[in-house]
Nanobody
Framework: VQLQASGGGLVQAGGSLRLSCAAS????????MGWYSQAPGKQREVVAT???????HYEDFVQGRFTIWRDIGKNTVYLQMASLKPEDTGVYYC???????????????WGQGTLVTVSS
């Protein structure tokens, strides 16, 4: 399974961006998907996650500003980011938990990252 993220860019504070991440590959079922961010000089941290039932989790610093959803059929997860702040700047990585059909081992898959820059 491979993840391809897109949608990053430069935006002014208060603006919006939508990130997308599509999983490709056969023979796997995708379970939890999520978005993580890594600000310059800091560790990667979770932003939002969603499971196959659509249950979402948001970190406090994005609650009410970001929305995560997924298209199960397309194996794609989205992150709508609104009211962006300069501190949201960073590389955003998508993540997926994938299990090969007939197996139980959970593969932790990461996308390549997409840069989001919020100017003040």
């Amino acid at each position: 399974v491979q993840l391809q993220a897109s949608g990053g860019g430069l935006v002014q504070a208060g603006g919006s961006l939508r990130l997308s991440c599509a999983a490709s590959g056969s023979g796997f079922r995708i379970y939890d998907m999520g978005w993580y961010s890594q600000a310059p000089g800091k560790q990667r941290e979770v932003v939002a996650t969603i499971d196959r039932n659509g249950i979402t989790h948001y970190e406090d610093f994005v609650q009410g500003r970001f929305t995560i959803w997924r298209d199960i059929g397309k194996n794609t997860v989205y992150l709508q980011m609104a009211s962006l702040k300069p501190e949201d700047t960073g590389v955003y990585y998508c993540n997926a938990i994938a299990v090969r059909f007939g197996r139980s081992y959970e593969h932790n898959i990461w996308g390549q990252g997409t840069l989001v820059t919020v100017s003040s």
